[in-house]
């Protein structure tokens, strides 16, 4: 047996890791080119939420002299990103299958499609039911002698945040699934810590949220009612043996 030989797995490995990530990052830049000319489009309907609710008169305006190109093309391969991550998904599931076993291969498959559904859920819900409430709230509040007037890039980032963070929190589920599988903890033990887990949500909301209190409360209780779904579906995904405890035990 030769030297090179305990090294041949291993550069096959990292070839296919290779391989994959270049079919990622060319996922994204295909979805990308075939969005670019929309830039403008997907930013007026990023920015409606806002724009439907400014005060009359006002309007969101560019303090930078090339924010007008540069912050719908940033926009842009942001939602390529997201477009692509069901793509992405596959890939690492492609990468890591070989290593499972056949058990886990049918347990991984229906968490990797509800992870990339829970999470667009999660940039749904902060654009059609909570970006309307925050803005309603903030342009309704007046400053005297204080014009209402938005700059794009700092309302990309303000909302890019949101998105993520509820993109994210709605991943809580899944996240609760997988740690009860691998046995880090279990159902009944979360259930035992359930005020110290609505406690942390709302801790978690005011470092994934803008800075304010509104925002925090709409992330929050999805997360509670989210923690409460992942709590109940994962009793179904805890190994068995460990099942066979948690019923002996309740």
């Known amino acids: 047996m030769s030297a090179d030989e305990p090294s041949q797995p291993l550069m ?5 890791l290779r391989s994959r990530l270049l079919k990622c990052i060319s996922s994204i830049f295909i979805v ?4 670019a000319y929309f830039s403008n489009n997907i930013y007026n309907f990023v ?3 806002l724009v439907e609710r400014l005060p009359k008169g006002a309007t969101m305006i560019a303090t930078s002299v ?3 190109l540069f912050t719908p093309v940033k926009l842009t391969l942001v939602v390529s990103v997201f477009i692509a991550v069901p793509y992405i998904l596959y890939q690492i599931w492609a990468f890591i299958a070989p290593g499972l ?13 509800s992870s990339s559904l ?21 342009t309704a509040i007046s400053l005297g002698g204080v014009e209402y007037a938005t700059d794009i890039t700092s309302y990309l980032d303000f909302v890019l945040t949101v998105f993520m963070g509820f993109g994210v929190a ?6 609760i699934i997988l740690i009860c599988w691998m046995g880090i903890t279990t159902p009944k033990a979360l259930s035992e810590k359930r005020p110290y887990i609505i ?4 801790v978690v909301g005011m470092f994934l949220t803008p800075p304010d209190m509104l925002s925090q409360t709409l992330l929050a209780v999805p997360m509670c009612l989210l923690f409460e779904l992942g709590l109940f579906f994962s009793r179904f995904y805890i190994p068995k043996g460990s099942r066979e405890v948690a019923v002996s035990e309740s």
């Open 12 to 16: 096959r490995h990292l070839l296919e």
């Open 32 to 35: 990308f080119a075939a969005l």
């Open 47 to 49: 920015s409606a939420p």
């Open 66 to 68: 090339v924010s007008p």
């Open 101 to 113: 076993y056949k058990h886990e291969k049918r347990l991984i498959t229906p968490l990797l499609i």
């Open 118 to 138: 829970l999470f667009y859920c999660g940039v749904a819900f902060a654009y059609f039911a909570v970006l309307p409430i925050v803005f309603r709230f903030f």
């Open 170 to 175: 709605f991943e809580i589920p899944v996240a």
């Open 199 to 202: 406690v942390g949500a709302f």
